[in-house]
Structure formats: structure tokens, C-alpha cells
């Protein structure tokens, strides 16, 4: 019973987070992602391996809550900026499945080809952004941030395990 509650929790978080992202003022989040990425990616900065994103812009666009936002570097120096029309990649993903790449539960290629992330625009772009996030090394991060995203993807996982029982046996039942 309380498993089955959580699950429908976290399947329904989307939902809820949804109006509060969409009324929040751009500045109040993408400020403290800025300094997350800045933070994230240092040693990344410093060896220059992000330089192929100068005066270029990765948009994220996290259908399920309505948020998108842009990361380019200006000067050495990551910026999350609103996101436009004239990006030059997007990746685009449901937030569990992002949250799942994040967690480093689920390869990103897996999910392009099961079409739960997309990439569009300059696929070049795309693929070196994705190759540097590989092999950034995710235990530099705090670990009460790597405890926070492992505990979530796994209720994620679970939720998504329960809903695929739960329409198989469904589908079963119809037969």
C-alpha cells in the first residue's frame, strides 16, 4: 500500500512541479544551476574541454515540467541563459528519464533510441556535449547530491517497474 502510494507520488511529481517552475522567475532558478554547473564542471573548464561550447548554446528542454534553458560559455565561463528558438542543440527528455541519465542508471544512447531523449539541431554539438558528460567524474560531486539523485532515480525506477506491470497485466487481462 505505502509503496504503491509512492510510486504514484513520484509518477505525479511532474504535475506538481509543473505550475510552480512555470511561475518562478527564470533569474531565481537558473542562477543556482549556473553555479551547480560551474561547480560540476571545473576541471572540465580548467582543461579547456569545454571550449567547443563557445559562443555556441546546448538548450535542455525537460517536457514534462515545462522548463528549458540554455547553457553556452562566454569567456571561459558557463551561463544558463533563457532558451530561444535559435539554439544550437537541443536535447529534450521527460524529467524522470533525464533524472536517470543524471543518476547514471541509464545510458543516454538507450534512450535516444527508445525516443524518450532527443537531440535536434547540430547533432556534432550534440554528441560532444554528451561525450564530455560521460566522462565527467560524477564523485567530485557532494555526496549528500549523489545520495539525493541515487535514492530518486531508484524511486523512479520502481514507479516505472510498477506502471509497466501494472499496463502489462492490464493488457493481459483485456486479452
Do not use: C
Amino acid at each position: 500500500m505505502l509503496k504503491s502510494i509512492l510510486h504514484r507520488a513520484v509518477m505525479q511529481a511532474p504535475k506538481v512541479l509543473r505550475l510552480p517552475i512555470q511561475t518562478l522567475p527564470f533569474h531565481w532558478y537558473s542562477r543556482p544551476l549556473q553555479l551547480a554547473l560551474q561547480q560540476l564542471l571545473q576541471e572540465q573548464l580548467a582543461d579547456g574541454e569545454l571550449d567547443f561550447l563557445e559562443q555556441r548554446t546546448l538548450q535542455v528542454d525537460v517536457s514534462d515540467l515545462s522548463l528549458s534553458f540554455i547553457i553556452t560559455l562566454t569567456d571561459e565561463q558557463l551561463q544558463v541563459l533563457p532558451p530561444s528558438v535559435d539554439a544550437d542543440v537541443v536535447f529534450a527528455g521527460e524529467s524522470a528519464d533525464l533524472l536517470l541519465v543524471a543518476a547514471r542508471r541509464t545510458d543516454p544512447d538507450t534512450l535516444f533510441f527508445r525516443r524518450k531523449l532527443s537531440i535536434s539541431g547540430d547533432t556534432e554539438l550534440g554528441l560532444a556535449a554528451k561525450n564530455m558528460l560521460d566522462a565527467v567524474d560524477w564523485e567530485q560531486l557532494p555526496k549528500l547530491l549523489i545520495t539525493m539523485l541515487d535514492k530518486t532515480a531508484a524511486l523512479v525506477e520502481q514507479a516505472q517497474l510498477a506502471e509497466q506491470s501494472s499496463t502489462s497485466q492490464a493488457q493481459s487481462a483485456q486479452a
